[in-house]
Structures are given as C-alpha cells and as structure tokens.
C-alpha cells in the first residue's frame, strides 16, 4: 500500500511540474491599446529547448485621420544560462529579431491630392521577459514586459514613427 501511495504521489507531483511548462502562448498588450490607441495579439510557438518563434498582429489608430493594420514575426532566443532563475523556455528572458509590416490609411483632408498612406517596413529587434509565476505557482496566465528597437526600411511620408516601443503582454499558455 505505501508503495503504491508513493508512486502515485511521485506520478502526479512530476506531472504537475510538466504542466507549469508550455510551448505555445497568445497574448495581447491592453498598456499600448489604452496609452498609444494600438491593439497587438501575439501567438507564440516553442521551436526547441531554447527558442521560440512569435507571430503578431497590430492594429494602430494613431489619431482621427491615420490608421493601420499590419503584421510581424520575431525569433526568440531564451537565455537560460545568462540568468540562472530555472525557467525554461517559453519563459524567462528572451532576445531575438523582429520584422513587421504594417498598411496605412489616411482618411484626414487632402486639399492636394496626395497619397499619404502606404506600406511601411521595420526591421529589428525585442527583449522581453516573461513571468509566469505571478498568477500562482503553475499558472497557465503569464506577465511579459518586452522592449522593440525597430528600423525603418520602407517610410510613408508624413507620418511620425517611433522606432522604441514598449509594451506589457498579458496572456496565456498551454
């Protein structure tokens, strides 16, 4: 009887452990959509021990007269061994390229005729950090801070583009 108590206490207490851990992640930063009037989802799909590959879609509406839709994909690599915290990855912190390409529309008065919107083309970089602690120790619900640089490749005129972006997801994984 102890034997078979221990072992399946041993079974479920090493499950549980594999159940903290996820390989794939949606998530969507309300911070940006209530600061900048800037929706973005992300899906997230672990590629190996140590990398990740994201997906992102945006929606910008900047002002009355620009708006936007676009979408994005960044690498992720985890950096385990940088910071000794025991996460695994899709967790902790991450570096890695991004790229995005977003299709603007100008709808504002346009006595000239000119055609303000366009494509517009950043390339880049992210690091973020992701919790997924702080619901509870084995939440699927997950915190991740994360910082872009990005570079324009192609420009639309007239419109301002900040190349730093901050951003707080919130999401979760399975």
Do not use: C, H
Request: proline share 4%.
């Amino acid at each position: 009887m102890k034997k078979a108590l221990l072992s399946l206490l041993f079974v479920v207490f090493s499950t549980s452990s594999i159940f903290a851990q996820f390989d794939k992640a949606i998530s969507a930063d309300p911070i940006d959509l209530l600061v900048s009037k800037v929706f973005n989802f992300t899906y997230e799909q672990k590629m190996s021990p140590t990398n990740s590959f994201t997906v992102f879609g945006s929606y910008y509406n900047y002002s009355e007269y620009w708006s936007a839709y676009g979408i994005g994909a960044s690498y992720r690599w985890y950096l385990k061994d940088v910071i000794q915290d025991d996460r695994t990855p899709i967790s902790g912190l991450s570096v890695g390229p991004m790229a995005r390409v977003s299709f603007w529309d100008y709808t504002g008065p346009n006595p000239l005729n000119l055609d303000y919107g366009g494509t517009m083309v950043v390339v880049g970089g992210e690091v973020a950090y992701k919790f997924n602690d702080l619901f509870g120790k084995g939440s699927n619900f997950f915190v991740e801070p994360i910082v872009r640089l990005g570079f324009i490749v192609s420009d639309i005129d007239y419109l301002g583009y900040d190349a730093l972006g901050f951003g707080v997801n919130i999401g979760y994984g399975w």
